[in-house]
Nanobody, 125 residues
Framework: QLQASGGGLVQAGGSLRLSCAAS????????MGWFRQGPGKEREFVAG????????YYADSVRGRFTISRDNAKSMVYLEMNSLKPEDTAAYYC????????????????????WGQGTLVTVSS
């Protein structure tokens, strides 16, 4: 089970840190990701982090502003969001996919096996 938290209302240019807690299993063998779905938009990939080398990868729209990290010992994944823009307004979801034996750098939602509920981020102009 994945539980996302940390969303809220922030002004443009501000920062937020989202957290994703995994319960019931260790995340060490899972590639982790964050997706978002804005009003009237389809769900889109935001950031991911590989399970073995912990290599982060990002959507072009957030690269340089967002940072994904993981703490396997705590079964936690984080998304540090800086320089937020109104277009970042969305419900943010964390997701997990089993890593071993599969290709890395997944960015499509169907590639992920488990999903948490969303946490809402609203960026005001």
């Amino acid at each position: 089970q994945l539980q996302a938290s940390g969303g809220g209302l922030v002004q443009a240019g501000g920062s937020l840190r989202l957290s994703c807690a995994a319960s019931g299993r260790t995340i060490s063998q899972y590639e982790m990701g964050w997706f978002r779905q804005g009003p009237g938009k389809e769900r889109e990939f935001v950031a991911g982090i590989t399970y073995r080398a912990h290599t982060p990868y990002y959507a072009d729209s957030v690269r340089g502003r967002f940072t994904i990290s993981r703490d396997n010992a705590k079964s936690m994944v984080y998304l540090e969001m800086n320089s937020l823009k109104p277009e970042d307004t969305a419900a943010y979801y964390c997701a997990a996919r089993r890593g071993p034996g599969r290709s890395v750098y997944a960015t499509r939602d169907y590639e992920f096996d488990y999903w948490g509920q969303g946490t809402l981020v609203t960026v005001s102009s």
